[in-house]
C-alpha cells in the first residue's frame, strides 16, 4: 500500500511539475500560477496529519513532531512541483529570454502554503483526536472548498493577499496548537 502512495506522489509531481508548465510555457510564471504552486502543501499536510493521528500521541512534543513531519512532508512535494516546474519552462525555452520568478514575492507566497500547511495539519491533528481520521478529512475537504472557491474568485489577490494570509494562519496555528494541547491534556 505504501509504494502505491509513492507511486502517486511521483505522478502528481510529473503532472504539476512538467506536464502543466509544459503546457502553459513562460505563463507558469504568473504570479498567482507561482503563489498557487507554493501554497500546494496545503492540500498534503493535512490529510498525512490526520493518518499520524490515529494512533493518539503520548505527548504534546510527540503531537508537535507529527504535525510538523506532515508539514515537511507536504511542503517537500510543493517544492518538488514549483522546482520542476520551473526548470520544464527553462528548458522547453532554452532559446528565449531567462529571468527568474519574482523571488521576493514566491518568499511570501511560500511563507503563506507553510503557515497554512502548519494550520491544516493542526486542524486535521485535533479533529482526529476528538473525532476521528474520518471526521478530519472531512473537515479538510470543507476547508480546501472553500479555499479554491476563494482561489478562483479572488486568485488574483493571492500574490498581493499572501503575506496578511500568512499572518491569519500562523494566528490560526497558534490557536489550533493551544486547542489541541487542551484536548490532550484532557485525555
Not at 501554497?39 to 503531537?63: D, T
Not at 500547511?117 to 482526529?128: D, E, N
Not at 474520518?134 to 503575506?163: C, I, K, M
Request: proline letters at 4%.
Amino acid at each position: 500500500m505504501a509504494g502505491n502512495r509513492w507511486l502517486i506522489y511521483v505522478l502528481l509531481v510529473a503532472a504539476f511539475g512538467v506536464v502543466v508548465p509544459r503546457m502553459k510555457g513562460l505563463e507558469f510564471f504568473n504570479p498567482e500560477m507561482m503563489s498557487a504552486y507554493a501554497c500546494i502543501g496545503m492540500v498534503f499536510a493535512g490529510p498525512a496529519a490526520a493518518e499520524a493521528f490515529k494512533k493518539k500521541p503520548e505527548s504534546m512534543v510527540e503531537a508537535t513532531r507529527w504535525i510538523f513531519r506532515a508539514v515537511l512532508f507536504a511542503e517537500a512535494i510543493a517544492v518538488a512541483m514549483l522546482l520542476c516546474g520551473m526548470l520544464t519552462v527553462y528548458l522547453t525555452h532554452l532559446h528565449s529570454v531567462f529571468f527568474l520568478p519574482d523571488l521576493p514575492q514566491l518568499a511570501t507566497s511560500e511563507a503563506l502554503g507553510v503557515t497554512g500547511s502548519v494550520a491544516l495539519a493542526t486542524l486535521a491533528a485535533w479533529l482526529t483526536l476528538q473525532f476521528s481520521s474520518g471526521a478530519a478529512r472531512l473537515g479538510l475537504r470543507v476547508v480546501f472548498v472553500g479555499l479554491l472557491a476563494l482561489f478562483f474568485l479572488r486568485g488574483q489577490w493571492l500574490p498581493d493577499t499572501a503575506g496578511v494570509g500568512a499572518l491569519i494562519a500562523l494566528a490560526v496555528s497558534l490557536a489550533l496548537f493551544g486547542l489541541l494541547r487542551m484536548g490532550l491534556k484532557r485525555a
